[in-house]
């Protein structure tokens, strides 16, 4: 038997510790298919992508609360999806299941529906707000929403001002 370092104990806690939180409002299903499309938009190319990101999480939060308005249009589009990946790939299981090419041909096919134009505009508000802000990091671009006042020389003269 094998003996276990702190170092050992500390990972296996993280990895305990990581779990995702639980949907609120999406099904296993629809998100699995939903972070399929959503992958396809900004993919993991040698850089953490949507699903490292976690973006299929803000997704579902935005759904379950502040933009819950929207969920006939990922309802209703989320089945013409899948019809159109029927009549493109009679043989696909799910939209999870297709592979890379067909994947960009099925969001070719609805680039300009109503339910892309959400999933794109939620897909890079979640890849540029949450988590640490991976979108930034894939930038390069050191996430500003961390500082602290002043943030310019009309802060800096107001604080003055303040006896700051």
């Given at each position: 038997m094998s003996k276990l370092t702190r170092r050992d104990l500390a990972l296996q806690s993280l990895a305990l510790?990581?779990?995702p939180a639980p949907?609120?409002?999406l099904d296993p299903a629809a998100a699995r298919e939903i972070e399929a499309l959503a992958a396809q938009i900004i993919p993991s190319d040698g850089t953490p992508g949507t699903r490292e990101a976690g973006?299929?999480?803000?997704?579902d939060k935005a759904l379950a609360s502040w933009d819950s308005g929207k969920r006939d249009l990922y309802r209703t589009g989320l089945e013409a999806v899948q019809q159109k990946r029927r009549e493109m790939f009679p043989q696909s299981a799910s939209v999870a299941a297709l592979e890379d090419s067909q994947a960009k041909q099925l969001i070719a096919a609805i680039e300009k529906?109503?339910?892309f134009e959400a999933l794109r505009t939620h897909t890079v508000l979640g890849y540029?707000?949450?988590h640490g802000g991976a979108g930034w990091a894939h930038l390069g671009v050191e996430n500003r929403m961390i500082f602290q006042p002043?943030?310019?020389y009309y802060d800096a003269e107001a604080a003055k001002e303040d006896g700051r």
């Open positions: 510790a990581y779990q949907f609120e409002y973006v299929i999480h803000f997704i529906t109503g339910f540029f707000g949450i002043p943030f310019g």
